[in-house]
């Protein structure tokens, strides 16, 4: 062996090799790794999906696009919605109400998410159900794509339920939310946010103008939670200050919107409500509906002993006007939804031009009858279609209106049906509604 160079064990040699090699493929991989993937999810509109493999745009893109953007807001509304009311009345009409739905049911008044479900389980298109002028259903499909740098990589889509429900204990309206039936298609997320926000706007009409209501809400913010069954809760409020009128009326619209990780937001529903103080209407002075529907005053009938004669009256007076009384050729009488023509409550406050309109009515129906009639039995009244509490009464109605002897208690009794519906419907002065005699 050379002077001055030492002998190194094989182990050595061994360990040197090693360290040489691992130093060197440190160095190679080092060079050539690939930077790590992002893979996040933006919330779509299941209506306008893109394919798997679309190139939609960094996360770093999308941030910067979403900004600080805040979920939209509804836009203010400019009528209450009648015209749109009415037509949707005769629409109603010709379509049978869903499988299990009740006219009468409580449910109508105070759906749940499970019972909105259940009248819509699988909707083909988005649903909006005006249940009574106290509920409200909302059941669609909702979705997010879930993407890795960039490239849509899957969808997944689920259903999106809002049951609505009208208060009269105060002026609020409360929603619940909720999402499942999650169903992915491609390389999803297992979890992601799911964001929920709601929004409000105000009301400016003929009839007065409001600021936006106030909105306390909560969710929950990922997916997994939605899916364990947890749900979304928002109330809509306002005072009387921030309302308009004689009844203090604020009409806003509530909206829900939502947005997954890209903060991003897409509306879900919305919808008009309205919230009042009308302390007329008894034991209920404040309360909270849903005004885009025409109620339906049906409580008459003509085989109900307490008021056939005057359900009679009313049927004769919409089916054949011309054969009642006073004559008139041409005559037309509003109320049912067949004329396309609601009456509208009025209210007579004290020293109100509504005071004066109904005795204007009533006046006019009693010179008719004496004129029509002569004195009446005592055990009979003159009974009235359109109703003196109604725009349409007799004093304006210009002929369209018909006056017929009805047994007294029948009248008094039809009466009281009356007022019990308008306190039942929250029917204000100058509210639209349908009368239906079965």
């Not at 005559?331 to 009456?343: E, F, N, T, W, Y």
Request: net charge negative; aromatic share 8%; charged share 15%.
């Amino acid at each position: 062996m050379h002077a001055g160079v030492r002998a190194r064990s094989p182990i050595a040699l061994l360990a040197l090799v090693l360290a040489l090699f691992a130093l060197l493929t440190t160095t190679v991989q080092t060079a050539h790794a690939a930077p790590a993937k992002e893979s996040y999810t933006l919330a779509y509109d299941p209506a306008h999906p893109l394919p798997i493999g679309t190139y939609i745009g960094t996360k770093a893109e999308l941030q910067a696009k979403a900004g600080s953007q805040q979920a939209p807001t509804p836009p203010t509304l400019h009528d209450t919605g009648e015209k749109a009311a009415v037509a949707q009345s005769a629409k109603a009409a010709a379509i049978p109400a869903p499988a299990g739905m009740a006219a009468a049911s409580g449910d109508n008044r105070a759906p749940t998410l499970d019972y909105c479900r259940s009248l819509y389980p699988n909707p083909s298109s988005p649903i909006s159900a005006q249940l009574s002028r106290w509920g409200w259903c909302f059941v669609g499909t909702c979705g997010y794509y879930s993407l890795t740098d960039g490239i849509v990589t899957g969808v997944t889509t689920y259903r999106c339920t809002i049951a609505g429900r009208g208060q009269t204990d105060d002026r609020h309206v409360l929603f619940d939310i909720g999402f499942d039936n999650f169903q992915d298609v491609g390389l999803v997320l297992v979890d992601t946010d799911l964001v929920v926000g709601w929004t409000a706007a105000g009301y400016s009409g003929d009839d007065g103008s409001n600021g936006p209501c106030s909105l306390v809400y909560s969710a929950p913010t990922r997916k997994l939670l939605w899916q364990l069954g947890m749900t979304g809760t928002a109330e809509v409020w306002d005072t009387d200050s921030n309302g308009y009128g004689d009844d203090k009326i604020s009409r806003c619209t509530a909206q829900a919107n939502a947005h997954s990780d890209i903060p991003i937001w897409g509306e879900i529903a919305s919808k008009p409500v309205r919230l009042d103080s009308a302390t007329y209407i008894p034991g209920q002075p404040t309360a909270g509906l849903f005004p885009d529907t025409i109620g339906s005053m049906n409580a008459y009938s003509r085989t109900n002993p307490a008021h056939a004669a005057v359900a009679l009256h009313i049927y004769d007076a919409q089916a054949t006007p011309v054969y009642t009384r006073p004559a008139k050729a041409d005559k037309a009488i509003p109320g049912g939804v067949a004329s396309g023509q609601p009456l509208h409550r009025l209210y007579p406050r004290p020293g109100s031009a509504e005071e004066t309109r109904y005795k204007l009515n009533r006046s006019t129906v009693s010179t008719t009858c004496d004129q029509e009639f002569g004195t009446l039995d005592t055990d009979l009244q003159c009974d009235e279609y359109p109703f003196a509490s109604s725009y349409e009464g007799a004093g304006y109605a210009n002929g369209n209106f018909s006056v017929r002897p009805v047994p007294k208690t029948q009248n008094l009794s039809a009466g009281g049906s009356l007022v019990a519906y308008y306190n039942s419907d929250r029917i204000l002065n100058g509210d639209p509604y349908w009368v239906e005699i079965g």
